[in-house]
């Protein structure tokens, strides 16, 4: 069967090429683990609003519940989804490789969901990828990152980064080379993880696992970014807005953004890990690496200004991810201490991120060979999830600015001044918005990718 050409985006292989097959896989598993992550999620919110934190009667699986949302939304949706691109991005070569990959990868995940119900499930919410110590949690962990690995390995092995500097370049070259770019991140990334590992010797529990994980959870939000302004680019063209560069400037914009990869081996080399100038090394590059990005958002944002008056699932993503992305990044400049504005970045920033991956989703369904989403539903879907996380984030920040507590729940968050109620208060209300936003878009994806049964003819 000849390749798919397509209006937009990625030119990609057939239907029933190896690569397609393992994107199909992968976006299964992301879906599942977005499922997962936005269940607790509710257990979350229930356990941190006014009035019904001390009712609820799962707030004790709080901690418990917060790490494994963590890892299922930020590790394994994020991956699984960059997985999905890898595979659109490669050729069908190491299949094999490739599938090894995904199995393991959803062993492990499986393991992650169940370990909060097996005995001794200690939570420790060290930053980027909280543990419970516990056997089956690690087993979980190890092959997850073993399944990721192998598929970073292939992505590396079957994405040709074609960037020429003489002569015209394909219209989707820039966008494969972002994607390349994006298992560059997440390679630099797993090497960061085995690195600290090796290094920290002297010390346990959560402080072992916050060095273990530090340097590279930086480095991974390099990954979704670059992931998530190859996301904006290929809605803007599917919505008839191609981003006005050339092929080859948006290329070189896409390499200067992944500049700040290079800094890595450096921190790790200069400095110990898990001394105050390696930590501080990592929040640096953060801080200042991601303006380098600020371009590629430019270029998105004026993009999305062409298509401002459409009216399309993938423009209600793209205007809702970008409305959130930016909200995150402004809001990361006001962290002071550590109260509940970290999570209200976070959510900014990362479900920016989610919401240009589902966008692409809606995009991508009916090229994997899976029905077109329900346009009104898919439509309506992006601004109920944006929109809720949008009061969810402003109701952090606000309770953050009155110093409320991240990562505390019930009586422990001691939320004693009527403004403190009033933030965490939007934060629940925006958070249950957001979470019937989730809902939505798992209904339009089931019920694109199940086969459908034809309608009976009505017996009259
Ligand atoms: C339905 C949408 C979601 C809701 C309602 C929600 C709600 C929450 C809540 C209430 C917390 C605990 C905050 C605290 O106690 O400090 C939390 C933490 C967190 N969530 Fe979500 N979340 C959602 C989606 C996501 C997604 C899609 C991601 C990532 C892709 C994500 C990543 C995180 C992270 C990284 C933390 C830890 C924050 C920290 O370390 O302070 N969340 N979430």
Not at 318 to 339: D, E
Not at 368 to 386: C, H, K, T
Request: glycine letters at 12%; hydrophobic letters at 55%; aromatic letters at 10%.
């Amino acid at each position: 069967m000849p390749p798919i050409t397509t209006p937009s985006g990625l030119s990609m292989a057939s239907l029933d090429a190896p690569s397609t097959r393992l994107a199909r896989a992968w976006l299964g598993l992301g879906l599942a683990a977005l499922t997962g992550s936005g269940l607790l999620a509710l257990l979350l919110v229930l356990s941190r609003t006014p009035g019904i934190q001390h009712v609820f009667p799962l707030r004790d699986f709080f901690r418990a519940a917060l790490v494994v949302h963590v890892d299922l939304s930020v590790l394994i949706w994020f991956m699984a989804f960059a997985a999905v691109l890898w595979s659109l991005a490669g050729n069908s070569r190491w299949a094999t490789l490739g599938w090894v990959g995904f199995w393991l990868a959803t062993l492990g995940t499986t393991l992650i969901g169940v370990a909060p119900f097996f005995p001794d499930a200690q939570p420790l919410l060290n930053n980027y990828v909280p543990v419970l110590q516990q056997p089956v949690f690690f087993a979980g962990l190890v092959l997850t990152a073993i399944g990721v690995g192998l598929s970073v390995v292939r992505a590396l092995l079957t994405i040709p980064p074609q960037i020429s500097f003489k002569g015209g370049m394909p219209a989707d070259a820039a966008l494969r080379l972002g994607v390349w770019l994006g298992a560059v991140a997440a390679a630099v990334a797993l090497a960061s993880f085995v690195g600290s590992w090796l290094a920290v010797t002297d010390v346990l529990g959560q402080l072992l696992w916050e060095r273990v994980f530090w340097g590279g959870g930086h480095v991974l939000q390099f990954q979704h970014a670059l992931l998530a302004c190859v996301a904006w680019f290929w809605l803007a063209d599917a919505l008839g807005a191609p981003v006005a560069t050339s092929g080859r400037a948006t290329a070189i914009l896409f390499l200067i953004a992944a500049l700040p990869l290079l800094a890595v081996p450096v921190i790790y080399a200069r400095y110990e890990v898990g001394s105050g100038e390696h930590m501080g090394s990592f929040m640096q590059l953060m801080a200042h690496g991601h303006t380098l990005m600020a371009p590629l958002v430019l270029l998105a944002a004026a993009a999305l200004w062409q298509v401002r008056w459409q009216v399309a699932p993938a423009k209600s993503a793209l205007l809702a991810s970008m409305g959130l992305f930016v909200t995150g990044g402004v809001l990361a400049y006001l962290i002071q201490g550590a109260n509940v504005v970290i999570p209200a970045h976070y959510h900014g920033s990362i479900v920016g991120v989610t919401l240009a991956f589902m966008g692409l989703t809606y995009v991508v369904l009916p090229r994997l060979g899976f029905g077109a989403p329900e346009d009104r539903l898919a439509r309506w879907q992006p601004y109920v999830y944006g929109g809720g996380q949008l009061l969810h984030v402003l109701g952090l920040a606000w309770s953050g600015g009155y110093g409320v507590q991240r990562k505390v729940a019930g009586a422990e968050q001691v939320l004693t001044s009527l403004p403190q109620k009033i933030g965490m208060g939007m934060m629940g209300l925006g958070g249950l918005i957001a979470i019937i936003g989730g809902v939505m878009f798992v209904v339009v994806c089931l019920r694109a990718m199940l086969p459908r049964r034809p309608r009976q003819p009505l017996k009259t």
